[in-house]
């Protein structure tokens, strides 16, 4: 079974720009969770997404969105992007059905950098 | 508030036993989780405890967990330079959702 996988791996944007990340879950799972990870604050937990609602949403400003499309692909956008905004964005994915299946896998996720 | 913690450096040889420990901050949290990052990629899951058991051994890896103190280990037997990453524990506080809170994670060096 494949796993979660996240276009683009790389990205590089200026200051002012915006930018959308996709997210492929793997097959079956319902479930898709976003985290940035940075240096400075470690892993962060941006928002879920679950049956193309969002379910969660982490402390981050609203320049932060996402989305959830009725094959559970999922993408978050970025507008008006800031220095601090370069981040590892991770993905993952989860069956939820309330119990151990709830457990996330997550993707390689994308190298985001601000100029 | 909500706080998971960890040491930030682990150095062991190879063939040694390494034990990464975690502090939890929420006694509501029903799963607690063990992540592997290696350098440039993303999260790897390599074992998980529900809330009502005290260990869990998978192979080379065996998980503790004592309620009581909120307190998390990890212990790799026979540790490789293969397992040299960095180590997350994970807890999840909201039983309706999957908001994950991760330690600041642990640098595992493992030396020949």
Redesign the interface.
């Known amino acids: 079974k494949a796993g979660?996988t996240?276009t683009p791996r790389y990205l590089i944007k200026t200051r002012g720009q915006q930018v959308t990340l996709s997210c492929s879950p793997i097959s079956g799972h319902r479930?898709v969770?976003w985290?940035q990870q940075t240096p400075g604050q470690?892993?962060q937990?941006l928002f879920?997404y679950f049956s193309e609602t969002q379910?969660?949403k982490?402390n981050f400003p609203g320049r932060f969105s996402g989305r959830q499309f009725s094959n559970s692909r999922s993408e978050m956008n970025v507008s008006t992007l800031e220095l601090g905004d370069s981040a590892l964005y991770?993905c993952?994915s989860?069956l939820?059905t309330g119990g151990?299946s709830?457990?996330?896998?997550?993707?390689?996720?994308t190298r985001l950098t601000v100029l | 508030g909500e706080d998971v913690e960890q040491s930030l450096f682990l150095s062991v040889r190879e063939g040694d036993s390494s034990v990464i420990n975690c502090t939890y901050t929420d006694s509501s949290s029903t799963y607690l989780y063990w992540y592997k990052q290696e350098p440039g990629a993303g999260l790897q899951l390599l074992t998980y405890i529900f809330s009502n058991m005290d260990m869990k051994q998978d192979q080379r890896l065996t998980v503790l967990l004592n309620k009581k103190d909120k307190h998390l280990s990890l212990r790799i037997a026979d540790t490789q330079t293969g397992d040299s990453a960095i180590y997350f524990c994970a807890e999840n506080p909201d039983q309706a959702g999957t908001a994950l809170i991760f330690g600041k994670g642990t640098t595992l060096s493992v030396s020949s």
């Open positions: 979660v996240q479930s969770s985290y470690g892993l937990f879920e379910r969660n982490g991770l993952a989860s939820w151990a709830d457990t996330q896998y997550f993707g390689p996720g």
